[in-house]
Every structure is written in structure tokens, then in C-alpha cells.
């Protein structure tokens, strides 16, 4: 079935370096979102990607949407703690009745 | 987050008993979601909801059915519990059919 592959599955940084996980699909995606889910918690959005090339910026956090539309990336600059967490990216399914999930990448932040 | 809320949170069931999960939400969104979370498996689509009565299966279906009497509550019911389905069950909840989901706070469910 579609699949969506995240790398890194998994990170550890000091606190204050630079993060970046990848999502690469092998079909062209409508549409792409990003989530952070902490430790014990649930996911919570973050942001949808539409536009081919699309950059959005969040404070510290860079979310990229590849020009074919088949890859994403989320790049956090200068880690704190509170950046500890599972993301994961999330296109539609073919179907494009929900979306599919990524199987995360779980950032642990030293300080 | 408030306006979607899961019930119980925490479940430990004997193999073969049936069980159901509640998922509550006071936002009238149309969409409805369960997604199962299990290590290495990320969050797996079981079935959806587009509607009062109108639900459909997703990538691992088998051993669960749904029901959606109402727009604020969708129930997930797994028929004969085994111990493959011990997971975090969350629901997730949406206005239109892609945008932001919102996530429940999950059921944790051990089979034993």
C-alpha cells in the first residue's frame, strides 16, 4: 500500500544544534502536513504544505514542501528541550480519504 | 485538547471478550477518525467517518467495526479482542475532509 518513509527514525541532538527529518514519497502528493506528538501525549498538528517548492516558517521551525511534490522536510533551528517529541508527516492516502502517517521521527534533546 | 474526548483511557481485557471505545467530540465536525499507534508501526488508519451512518474501512480493518449514530460520537468496537490488538487507540476529528486533525488524548487497550 502507499507508504510515506521518514529518516531519521531517530535523532539525538544537544541542546542549541540544528534538526532536520525528511518524508519521500513515491507518488506526487496533493498535500502534506507535519505533527508533533511528546512523550505519552497525542499528535498535534502543525501545519499543512500545499504548493509545490512551498516554505513555511514557524519561529525556529522550517517546513518545505520538494518541488515535485514527493518529499517534505522539517528542519528546527537551535533545539531547546521542549522540542522533544515524535514528528511525523502525513499526506492523504490515494484514496484521499484520510491521511496517512509517516512513522515518525523521535527527537531527544540533551541539554 | 478540548472538544474530543476518548473513553476509558486506560482498558485491560481477556482475549475473546468484545470491547467498545467512545469517542466523543462537541465541535460538529463531519469527519471522524480511528487510528491505532503501535512501536514501529507509527499511527495506522482503521476506519473513518464521513457522516452519520456513513463510515468506511481503512488499512487494517480486520477485527473492528464502527458505528456513528450521531455526529458527535463515533465507536470503535473490536468484536473478539486478541492480543494483536493491544494498542493506543486514538480518534481524530477534522471540519473538512484533510485539514488539521484533531487528535483525542487515546485509550490505552492491553489484551491479555
Known amino acids: 500500500g502507499q507508504q510515506v518513509m521518514q529518516i531519521p527514525q531517530y535523532q539525538h541532538v544537544q541542546e542549541g544544534e540544528d534538526f532536520t527529518t525528511y518524508c519521500n514519497s513515491s507518488?506526487?502528493?496533493?498535500?502534506i502536513q507535519w505533527y508533533k506528538q511528546r512523550p505519552g501525549g497525542h499528535p498535534v498538528f502543525l501545519i499543512q504544505l500545499v504548493k509545490s517548492g512551498e516554505v513555511k516558517k514557524q519561529k525556529r521551525l522550517t517546513f518545505q514542501f520538494g518541488e515535485a511534490k514527493k518529499n517534505s522536510s522539517l528542519h528546527i533551528t537551535a533545539t531547546q528541550t521542549t522540542d522533544v517529541g515524535t514528528y511525523f508527516c502525513?499526506?492523504?492516502?490515494?484514496?484521499?480519504?484520510?491521511?496517512?502517517f509517516g512513522k515518525g521521527t523521535t527527537l531527544s534533546v540533551s541539554s | 485538547d478540548a472538544g474530543i474526548t476518548q473513553s476509558p483511557r486506560h482498558k485491560v481485557t481477556e482475549t475473546g471478550t468484545p470491547v467498545t471505545l467512545r469517542c466523543h467530540q462537541t465541535e460538529n465536525h463531519r469527519y471522524m477518525y480511528w487510528y491505532r499507534q503501535d512501536p514501529g508501526h507509527g499511527l495506522r488508519l482503521i476506519h473513518y467517518?464521513?457522516?452519520?451512518?456513513?463510515?468506511d474501512k481503512g488499512e487494517v480493518s480486520d477485527g473492528y467495526s464502527v458505528s456513528r449514530s450521531k455526529t458527535e460520537d463515533f465507536l470503535l468496537t473490536l468484536e473478539s479482542a486478541t492480543s494483536s490488538q493491544t494498542s493506543v487507540y486514538f480518534c481524530a476529528i477534522s471540519s473538512t475532509e484533510f485539514y488539521g486533525y484533531t487528535f483525542g488524548s487515546g485509550t490505552r487497550l492491553t489484551v491479555v
Open positions: 502525513a499526506p492523504p492516502n490515494q484514496a484521499g480519504t484520510a491521511l496517512i
Open positions: 467517518s464521513y457522516g452519520v451512518k456513513d463510515t
Open positions: 507518488t506526487t502528493l496533493s498535500n
